[in-house]
T-cell receptor, first 112, second 112 residues
């Protein structure tokens, strides 16, 4: 049963536009993540938040910015998208850092 | 940094044959990381298959097993007799204090 909800599921946009992905978890977890899955299905961590605090910020372009209003929500904004941003963005939550992840179904971004 | 290396896919086996997908890890930030196997079945989201957090212990789920071997830094996934429904992409993963790192994934194809 899904408990990590992502919207939108799919988005097509042009280079230079701004995109936002939303994520909400109903598991009561303290930690949330954004991962990027590229065309080769490789999974790379981008950010993690614990109780609204940023704790991991991997080397990602500055046009990516996470936003957390509370520990149940973690959004991802991309300013001025580039073609290489085309990917599936996976949101996940965890009861604590470094522990089991519960994933959403992903948000597929296509930049044309 | 921390990393995970696993068998490159696709791996093709016939139904009822045995399976092993190799996974080795490198953990520099933590002495005893949590180790995981995740799976993505066709049309479904990424989900936990099994995890082991104590060196020397074995985890099992759905007929799959993996043993946390600290000496060889390995966490190989094994199954004695695969089924067609096991066809999926399998990810080995390592959890340190703040994040979980994934291997590149191994696609398993089970032929009837």
């Amino acid at each position: 049963e899904t408990a990590v909800f992502q919207t939108p599921n799919y988005h097509v946009t042009q280079v230079g536009n701004e995109v936002s992905f939303n994520c909400k978890q109903t598991l009561g977890h303290d930690t949330m993540y954004w991962y990027k899955q590229d065309s080769k299905k490789l999974l790379k961590i981008m950010f993690s938040y614990n109780n609204k605090q940023l704790i991991v910020n991997e080397t990602v372009p500055r046009r990516f910015s996470p936003q957390s209003s509370d520990k149940a929500h973690l959004n991802l904004r991309i300013k001025s998208v580039e073609p290489e941003d085309s990917a599936v963005y996976l949101c996940a939550s965890s009861p604590d850092s470094g522990n089991t992840l519960y994933f959403g179904e992903g948000s597929r971004l296509i930049v044309v | 940094g921390d990393s995970v290396t696993q068998t490159e896919g696709p791996v093709t086996v016939s139904e009822s044959e045995s399976l092993i997908i190799n996974c080795t890890y490198s953990a520099t930030s933590i002495a005893y990381p949590n180790l995981f196997w995740y799976v993505r079945y066709p049309g479904e989201g990424l989900q936990l298959l099994l995890k082991v957090i104590t060196a020397g212990q074995k985890g099992s789920s759905r007929g799959f097993e993996a043993t946390y071997n600290k000496e060889t830094t390995s966490f190989h996934l094994q199954k004695a007799s695969v089924q067609e429904s096991d066809s999926a992409v399998y990810y080995c993963a390592l959890g340190d204090r703040n994040r979980i790192f994934f291997g590149d994934g191994t696609q398993l194809v089970v032929k009837p």
